[in-house]
Structures are given as structure tokens and as C-alpha cells.
């Protein structure tokens, strides 16, 4: 059974600066994906980006990156110029017969 | 392209009683999953639907039952509720049938929050 942990709960960043937030999991899969989803207060969850296993380059999207680090099985997320918008709950998700999620980190971009 | 459809937004229902929510997945999309989101346990999988066959079933008791129809739309049916079941039901939707290797993900509608009262 594929597990992923998310360890904080909540955090905060101050408008325009960097955060990361931190991801593990578990899975017996030898390829796989992972991905990144925000909610925020409207409920929708929106895919931020994913990661192949078999790429060992880090996936980016515009101002969202991650640090892969395959062995350490950890999946991290950094949001570069924070901005307000980004303010909702992150759950990263690993890829199987469904996507298992992690529990989520609430993060708040204060002006 | 419409999204993943979700309705009703909204529902409050007293113990005992059943529920039925709706979920019209993405043009196209034949892969229908069902997700209850509450604060203490996150988003915890109820079961997956695909060509009008449930594929995969998440740990919940039998009161969680569904279904989907040939036009891919689905429903989720509560019955004898509890206050627990007071959750966010989310559905989401892909393609086709999923496995590790999947590169995408859910296309996910915006929930529908029960209230059990």
C-alpha cells in the first residue's frame, strides 16, 4: 500500500518571499508519479505539478518547483514570490490504481 | 470544456436519513472516483467507477454505496446517516482506468458539503 506523509500541518510566508513545504511517501511501484494539488477556500482542488520517477530532473511550472529526491523518497514543494492567491491547503498525492494524498498543509501568504 | 459537475453544493440531512450526490465527470472522461474529505481524517478514498463498474473500493461500510450510468455520470448514495458522514464529498474524474504510471491526475469538481444534524 502506497503511503504519503505531510508533516506540517500549517505554515506561513510573508508575500513575495520563498516556502517550502515537505512531502514523503512510501510505494512498492517501480515507475510512478507524484503530484502536487491546492484547495483553496473555494474547494476546488487544482493541480500545481507532478514529477515522473524515472526523470531525475525537478519538474517546474512557473513560480512552483519541486526537490525529488528518489532514495530519500521525499517530494517537496518551494512556491517562489509568494503571492496572496496562493494562500489554500496543499496535499501531495502519489500515483496508483487512485491517487493517495497526504494530509494536507495549510499555508497563508500575509501580506 | 466543462469541468467535473457536482451537485447539489450544499446539503443539510437529519440521522437516519439517505443521501444521493451527483457527479457529472469531463466530456470524454469514463473514470469517475470518489473522495470524502473532513478535518481529522483528510481526503479518504471511497471508490472508483469506470465504464459503469465500481474498479476499486476504499475502507467505508456498505451504507457508502454508488454507481455510474452509461453516459459516465455517477452518483454516491449515503444511507442511514451519521454525524460523522458530516464531510466534503469530493468527485473526480480522468480518462480511463489508472495505475502507478498514470502521468495525470484527477480533474476534480468543487465538492458538495454534507451537514448531518
Known amino acids: 500500500a502506497q503511503t504519503v506523509t505531510q508533516s506540517q500541518p500549517e505554515m506561513s510566508v510573508q508575500e513575495a518571499e520563498t516556502v517550502t513545504l515537505s512531502c514523503t511517501y512510501d510505494?512498492?511501484?517501480?515507475?510512478?508519479?507524484l503530484f502536487w494539488y491546492k484547495q483553496p477556500p473555494s474547494r476546488q482542488m487544482i493541480l500545481v505539478i507532478r514529477?515522473?520517477?524515472?526523470?531525475?530532473q525537478n519538474a517546474t511550472e512557473n513560480r512552483f518547483s519541486v526537490n525529488f529526491q528518489k532514495a530519500a523518497k521525499s517530494f517537496s514543494l518551494k512556491i517562489s514570490d509568494s503571492q496572496l492567491g496562493d494562500t489554500a491547503m496543499y496535499f501531495c498525492?502519489?500515483?496508483?490504481?487512485?491517487?493517495?494524498f497526504g494530509e494536507g498543509t495549510q499555508l497563508t501568504v500575509n501580506p | 470544456k466543462a469541468g467535473v459537475t457536482q451537485t447539489p453544493r450544499y446539503l443539510i440531512k437529519t440521522r437516519g436519513q439517505q443521501v444521493t450526490l451527483s457527479c457529472s465527470p469531463i466530456?470524454?472522461?469514463?473514470?469517475v472516483s470518489w473522495y470524502q474529505q473532513t478535518p481529522g481524517q483528510g481526503l479518504q478514498f471511497l471508490f472508483e467507477?469506470?465504464?459503469?463498474?465500481?474498479?476499486n473500493k476504499g475502507n467505508f461500510p456498505g451504507r457508502f454505496s454508488g454507481r455510474q450510468f452509461s453516459n459516465s455520470r455517477s452518483e454516491m448514495n449515503v444511507s442511514t446517516l451519521e454525524l460523522g458522514d458530516s464531510a466534503l464529498y469530493l468527485c473526480?474524474?480522468?480518462?480511463?482506468?489508472?495505475?502507478?504510471?498514470?502521468?495525470?491526475?484527477?480533474?476534480f469538481g468543487s465538492g458538495t458539503r454534507l451537514t448531518v444534524v
Open positions: 467507477y469506470f465504464s459503469e463498474t465500481q474498479r
Open positions: 466530456s470524454g472522461h469514463r473514470s
Open positions: 510505494t512498492s511501484e517501480s515507475n510512478y508519479y
Open positions: 473526480a474524474s480522468s480518462p480511463g482506468i489508472r495505475d502507478a504510471a498514470t502521468p495525470y491526475g484527477y480533474t
Open positions: 498525492a502519489a500515483s496508483g490504481s487512485r491517487l493517495t
Open positions: 514529477q515522473e520517477a524515472y526523470k531525475q
